[in-house]
């Protein structure tokens, strides 16, 4: 019986997210990020595979409905911290954790429905608590991030534990944060991606997860294909922060000229519904190394984008893609 047959119903979903950490990376080329032929300065592969190893302890908090969504979080990040010595996953670890406890949210991983509603639902019941070791997570590793509005400073997310007097002042939960960051007020700001699939039901993880499981070819390819879909489709958060919002926008036009017959898209704007299967599957490989090789020279690195092509790979394998030939 192959996975396909099975739908993900007789694997193990920390196994299935352990594996998504592990194939994310291993994906290449990857345009900007660490795969399994590119180190960056101070971050090498090796370590990635370290950091998917730790964070499980974490992830199998999330597969138990008895822990919070905040305390997996911040145990995974601990862990991931822990064996690769610097920030690897946090953005991943932030998809897999409410992805995990969708899964598992019946009482029964095979049974799970693991879909937009069930995401949402996680993602709704958190907490104040859940909030506060969000912030907490921040004190374990780097992590970068763009300025908070000048309204907000009192929320910075590098304020760690100390922001957990406004949290509780304010009532706010994990969703009520990240939705702050999925809806920025100034329009050139570039939204964060990861902040916005929790608080939209995970819409490109889900649309990015179909290109996988209807590709063909080896996971790592697939991946590499997805990875390059969800650049041309919006800007990198991460790219934004680090070199302002027209440098991510031109990063994403770059990425969509190797899409097959992706007319109109390039822009950064079009949104994951934008771009078809068909132009995804199509994308050149080949090519994407010479623009891997010139994001590195460039500090151009798409981390962002990284995290959501690990949750897609989750909603993958748990939907029946294979890692076997």
């Not at 119903?9 to 291993?26: C, F, K, M, Q, R």
């Not at 080329?29 to 974490?58: C, I, T, W, Y």
């Not at 997310?157 to 957990?164: E, K, L, T």
């Not at 934008?274 to 190394?289: C, N, Q, R, S, T």
Request: with cysteine; hydrophobic share 45%; charged share 25%.
């Amino acid at each position: 019986m192959t996975r396909a047959d099975r739908a993900g119903g007789d694997s193990d979903p920390v196994d299935d997210a352990t594996l998504a950490l592990l194939i994310e990376v291993a994906g290449t080329p990857k345009p900007g990020n660490v795969d399994r032929r590119r180190d960056l300065e101070g971050l090498r592969f090796e370590s990635f595979l370290g950091g998917a190893v730790g964070a499980r302890e974490g992830l199998e908090l999330a597969a138990n409905d008895e822990a919070s969504v905040g305390d997996a979080f911040e145990r995974a990040v601990a862990g991931m911290a822990d064996r690769a010595g610097t920030n690897t996953q946090f953005g991943c670890l932030l998809l897999l954790v409410p992805l995990l406890r969708a899964t598992v949210a019946g009482g029964d991983a095979s049974a799970g429905d693991l879909g937009p509603d069930a995401v949402d639902r996680v993602t709704r019941d958190t907490t104040v608590a859940d909030a506060v070791a969000f912030y907490r997570a921040f004190e374990r590793v780097d992590v970068a991030v763009a300025d908070p509005p000048a309204d907000a400073t009192g929320l910075d997310v590098r304020r760690g534990s100390d922001a957990a007097p406004t949290l509780r002042d304010r009532g706010l939960t994990l969703r009520d944060v990240l939705a702050l960051s999925a809806a920025p007020d100034d329009p050139d700001r570039v939204p964060d991606r990861n902040a916005r699939e929790w608080v939209e039901g995970f819409p490109r993880t889900f649309r990015a997860a179909e290109w996988i499981r209807t590709d063909e070819g080896p996971l790592t390819d697939r991946a590499a294909r997805a990875f390059l879909g969800l650049l041309a489709a919006e800007p990198d958060t991460l790219v934004a922060a680090t070199h302002g919002p027209e440098t991510a926008r031109e990063a994403s036009a770059r990425a969509a000229a190797l899409l097959d017959g992706a007319d109109g898209v390039g822009s950064g704007a079009a949104g994951v519904g934008g771009i078809g299967a068909d132009a995804v599957h199509g994308a050149d490989l080949d090519a994407a190394e010479g623009l891997a090789t010139a994001f590195v020279d460039e500090g151009i690195n798409p981390g962002t984008t990284a995290d959501l092509t690990c949750a897609a790979l989750y909603v993958a394998l748990r939907r029946g893609a294979e890692v076997a030939p």
